[in-house]
């Protein structure tokens, strides 16, 4: 079995860890799929919460694939950031309504200025931060607690906050959280990803002249960040 965090300069390691991680997540899609075709044969109506568990499913496949393909794309210095004007405010607007579509049993509390707040962004790669923030909110918080989304300004730049009441985060464990292929050795092997989803919001956050990062402590939820400058050119 392979390590928690082991050495990927070993490429047959990565494979095989990728390999079941994808598997955990087809397996429980096709179950789910093969009872739906059960119920259809029998005439029988689909529950809605099948197939919003297919869909949430279907989400954490594609994420999987694409952070495999950006990982590969920064190797080979392939990652291109496109940058236009974009209105910060209705950006998070859409990222949750996307949200709300996948989860639309998590309830929401949203704080967003009334200002409207321009930076200089791609729109793909910084909704994929907000999303993959989003997503570990919902994967390992409770089904029934809230998830906080602030946006708020501090002189040249702004800060967006996502928020859970999750089981939190230790210290020695944020020190390594955005690192290339770390997953947190306390989480369980049906939650833990590739590694790679906070590695890949660090990348494009420096792309765009910010920062990312977390407050947490253990049993008290976590809170991640994301910085950027307002009206950059």
């Not at 079941?20 to 075709?37: D, F, R, S, W």
């Not at 990222?95 to 049993?105: A, K, P, Q």
């Not at 020695?172 to 590694?195: C, D, H, K, M």
Request: charged share 25%; proline share 5%; glycine share 8%.
């Amino acid at each position: 079995m392979a390590k928690d965090n082991p050495d990927f300069s070993d490429a047959h390691a990565l494979l095989g860890m990728a390999a079941h991680e994808l598997k955990n997540t087809l397996g429980p899609l096709a179950m789910t799929l093969q009872m739906c075709e059960r119920r259809l044969a029998a005439g029988q109506a689909i529950a809605p919460e099948d197939l919003a568990f297919a869909r949430a499913q279907v989400r954490r496949l594609s994420q999987q694939v694409n952070d495999l393909l950006d990982a590969t794309r920064i190797d080979a210095e392939q990652f291109p950031v496109k940058l236009v004007s974009v209105e910060l405010g209705a950006l998070v607007q859409q990222v949750l309504e996307g949200f709300r579509r996948v989860h639309g049993d998590r309830r929401l509390v949203t704080d967003l200025p009334l200002e409207p707040l321009t930076v200089s962004a791609d729109p793909e790669r910084l909704s994929a931060v907000l999303v993959n923030f989003l997503d570990n909110s919902a994967r390992y918080s409770p089904e029934n607690s809230a998830i906080d989304i602030q946006v708020r300004r501090a002189g040249d730049r702004v800060r967006v906050a996502v928020t859970d009441q999750g089981p939190g985060i230790s210290a020695q464990n944020q020190a390594r959280l955005f690192e290339r292929y770390f997953r947190v050795p306390e989480t369980s092997e049906s939650t833990r990803g590739l590694g790679l989803g906070l590695y890949l919001c660090r990348i494009i956050a420096a792309r765009h002249g910010g920062s990312v990062g977390v407050q947490s402590a253990p049993g008290k939820g976590a809170t991640f960040w994301l910085d950027l400058p307002l009206g950059q050119s």
